[in-house]
């Protein structure tokens, strides 16, 4: 059962088309949302006229921050600096200053069309040079902050962290250079949506969040309302990344089911959905101190992280990804420091990698032009730096927990490292090292029914990782149950026990245990009653259930939990549970006339620990790797002067198709049972896109002579980068 | 303005309606119909999640008035299995691993299929071609593709 | 979308006076892939949307008379990939066609639609112009041809006058063996607009057409009438700079695709990969 490829729950009804996400719920008498926006970045509402709009027939409401309770309440999931709807001003292209409710989705959009918004165009920040800008505006108003001493900047939050000392270091060689990343969007290919309904007092909102206990804190809060009067129901997301961890349009919608004491249905579009998530963009200027044998000797890290308008969890990823801006080596002594910063575009959230493929671009690009100065191997610099099982890479923090290197070799037997190349090819390998959920809980609870069949109650999302395939497997493995008869129930807080949330790859270790757990809470209440009923050691389950519930029936119910404490004083609130490693490897060749990028081979090593289902592991590894191409080779959101997004819609936002697969690819994994997960498990399914802008661009290096420190590597890029060579 | 009343085959029944002209072939489907199948993400023709076929050929239902159906036939992913059960591309889909979130998978499938019906012996790059109209985020394309060729080699 | 009211004329003559009665608010529908864009955009409003699937004159239909071949207004380009004729005739406009969009836009587009919206990146035009091809247009007054390169004024943008639609392209049938290829280039391998796009056609007497798109406000061509191009044994550089001369009637602009300087770049070298093509296919002819 454990480590089998067990098909995909949930795989019928979507190969079906029975699978109900969001947009397929049709409550009765449902009203249509529509929202209004204004087509620039930053801009001050002089007035809104709503008179037009509300002529139109089927309109029932239409919201203004006027409308809304005063103050109007704000929200997010760290800092509550989120309007329910623009207040004065907007502070990023798309932010809705008005929703419209109606009859028919038809009369939503034509009123939202006639509502009339009088605005003023401000200056607005869109780079980090703007918010670095004495004399920028300021994003957040300084009284949402009082008690910070950054509030007259641009500056959320400022990070240092480091160990040794970095003035004193000796090198024989320093590499400096900068990086950028830029902004990237989910592009989930379901949109986002969200239903809310009045409910016996409270109300019910369905959400396709990967978080439904959070978005049941904050619109509790919201509307001041009891937990228990908020029931948010969390179909299965078609697909998120990280884009529906956090509640974006849920506490209007269910503040508008209130008002009109109807359900009410938001769907938003693509282009809505674009405005609402992206990935932090970054630029990372380095310094990294080498010997001459390629150990390194000293980080000096200065980075700048670009917000948007409103924190969200940024924050957070910042914090994350920069704590390993070191990457997976041994660096005696590193200094980091970060500015997290605001400025009027769409806010930053979390996004599969939670920071480490910016962080990882740079770390990685460093080593490449250090063994390329000092004539040695990209692999064996490396090998020479990454920290050993055991060794605390952070000092004082969760050692190395893996056997990296094994990984690296892999990878770099399977792109035959060192075999010859052709003319115009070039190899690339890159590692990236993921800090994994530090604090946390999950609980579950198992339900095993008198026919010797369960069901599972476990409050993770399957967004396409296929949680509910390995909950079951653990659950079976466990109960010695098929898995057939096992179903695993999620996504409804009025349901299933708290999780904190479906994140940071942390289900399998942080859920599989709680379900583990609860499984073997039941397993030792049947030995209990075998024991009871004067029953033989090895009864079957089945028999013994029947022995115990054959009149009136009953069932066992298991109770598990895994915690993960608080940690005080830790910059990251605790210590890491475990490091998601991983090793990407890869082979181009590239058409020096055109600067296209062809991928010949392209293989990923994810140090999981154990495969609790290798099917599903490789399917997110590949899929990671897909993912990572697309912010390698060819997206970035694309801002005018006025903040408005260019490329706005799947029509110029490129994502990479079938035609954009390398022409081979490859996901492989390294199992040495040495994670905190069930069977030695360790989370996965982010690994496969940390490293792949470093590992494809290092092989364009190889195939080219030019390095390349800005992302994505549009052939025109690429180009230009080969003009300035031929100089 | 006023409905024009149409009569569109879908899924193998005939079916006489008024459609307003404003509505697409997919809102119909969803809405109208209840068929929710079908799927809309980009509503510009670049995702691939709405494909229906149309007289036996792949088409974005996202890109075609209601009205354009009718005198046509129209077959969804609801169509295409009996009874809920999965036929053999379907079977496929799901032995190969390719199914993750599965919001672009009906939409894939129905691509596939029309592609298996013009080609029933496709190469790989034939494969990645005639999906090359089908986002999956996922980045399901290598298991997807698999399936396509698994399915042509049983013969669907 | 807004409201509008919907007509499928059976005859041309029907079209004609709906078209005459509507006037700038009736908009022509035929494969819809931009016109159903334009309305969920609102960029279109029209009043009154003409569907001319039904009509008798308009088909779908490929046919040769004389030395011409005609497509008929309602061909979709997968109907274009489907015929013979045009494989073997027409392989440019093939390779071309296969460039629009998916599988699923190439069934419902039409090639009459891809040239009607006089997008300056349209992936046909080259190869149509490249070709020599004609439009030929008809209104309730009465019908006339223009030639292709006359067709388009701008962006979005024909010589097509109120009440006026095109009934079907012609091209004409060479006697001479020739070469053709077709070339773009694109932001990525899968589905994309053209960053820019060229069809080159060498005739075995030696002239070379070149035609491009997405490198100026319409799609354009030029000509070597000098053989210089076509001639196997002329040196590289004097080819380039004939073709430097030709191009001289881009005129790029920077957009989200890319900008002018990559642009102008890029037209050499797909200019030289088009013609090296080309003249490796007349050789094989
Ligand atoms: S929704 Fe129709 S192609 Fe994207
Ligand atoms: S399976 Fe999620 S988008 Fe394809």
Redesign the interface.
Known sequence: MIGTSQPRAGGLARVTGRQQFIADINLDHTLHVKLVHLDCGHARIVAIDTAAASEVYGVVAILTAADLPQPVPRFGPVHDDRPILAVGETKYHGQPVAAVAAETKEAAEAAAELVRVEYEALPGVYTVAAALDPDAPLVLEPGLRPDDPLRHSNVLRELNYGWGDVEAAKADLVVENSYAFPMVTHFAIEPHAFIAAPDDGGVVIWTATQNPFQTQRIIARVLGLPLARVRVIAPDPGGAFGGKQHPKYEPLVALLALRTGRPVRLLLTLEETFQEVRRTSCEIHVRTGFQADGTISFQDIQSDFLLGAYADVAERVITKANYLACGPYRVPDARITVRALLSHTTPSTAFRGFGTPQVSWAHESQLDDAARRLGLDRVDIRLRNLARKGEAFVPGDTPCDGDWAESVRKAAGAIEWGSPIAAGRGRGLAVAIKASATTGASYSIVRLHWDGSATVLAGTSDMGQGARTVLAQVAAHELGIPIDSIKVVMGDTAAVPFDLQTSASRSTVFMGQAVARACRDINAQLRQMAADLGLVANVSVVELLRARFSEVRGEVIGVGSYRSEHQPGHPLGGSPSFYEFSCTASEVEVDEGTGEILLVRHVTVADVGKALNPQHVEMQDEGAAVMGLGHTLMEHILLDDSGRIRNLGALDYRIPTTKDLPLEMLALVVENADGPGPYGSKGAGEGGLMATAPAVASAVTEATGVVIRDLPLTPERVWRAIQSRDL | MSSTPIRVTVNGAEREVEVAPNTTLLDFLRDRLQLTGTKECCDLGECGACTVLLDGRAVNSCLMLAVEGDAREVTTIEGLSENGRPNALQDAFLAKGAVQCGFCIPGQVMAARYLLSRNPHPTLAEVREGLSGNLCRCGGYVQICEAVLAASEAGT | ??????A?PATLADAFALLDEHGPDACL?AG??DV??G??N?TLRPEM?I?L?QVAELQPAISEEGSWLTITATTAL?GIDEDQRIHARFPALIEAAATV?????R??ATLTGNICHASPAADTAPALLAYGARVNVASARGTRRVDLDEFFVGPGKTVLQRGELVTAIDLPIAAERRGAAFAR?T???????A?ISICCVVESAGRTVLAYGAVGPRPFMVADESGLLADPAARDGAKDEVLRQLLTKASPISD????RE?RE??LL??SR?ALRASLERLRAA
Do not use: C, E, H
């Open positions: 979308m807004q409201p509008f009211a919907y499928r529908l819809g892939t159903v864009v309305l969920r609102r949307v569907d699937k997968a969009g998916s599988a699923q836009i069934n419902r280039i932001r990525r391998r899968g589905v994309d607009l960053t989200v695709r890319g900008s990559y770049a890029m070298v797909m990969r």
